[in-house]
């Protein structure tokens, strides 16, 4: 009997899009994001980029919410809570 390969290719998350099996996503409230950019360090599936944001000087989160899985690292990461889960339908 032959054994499937379990582990995944490098960089494969990129070609399968995980967003449609979450049931929350975080909402990043620009007003009180800092930028310090933890979000984005801690995020395992690299899906928060920081970014110039209209009407915004510093960088800001944004998610892309194809490969967000709502694991919520990011929520419990932010040091100014910024950051909340919110029901994803």
């Not at 950019?37 to 209209?54: F, R, S, T």
Request: aromatic share 6%.
């Amino acid at each position: 009997m032959a054994i499937k390969k379990l582990i995944a290719e490098p960089n494969s998350s990129l070609k399968n899009k995980t967003g449609p099996w979450r049931t929350h996503k975080p909402i990043t409230d620009r007003n009180i994001c800092i930028s310090c950019g933890l979000c984005a360090k801690i995020c395992p599936e690299n899906c928060i980029e920081m970014k110039k944001v209209k009407s915004y000087d510093k960088l800001k989160p944004v998610t892309d919410y194809d490969y967000c899985k709502g694991c919520a690292l990011c929520v419990k990461e932010c040091p100014v809570k910024a950051i909340r889960m919110e029901e994803d339908f």
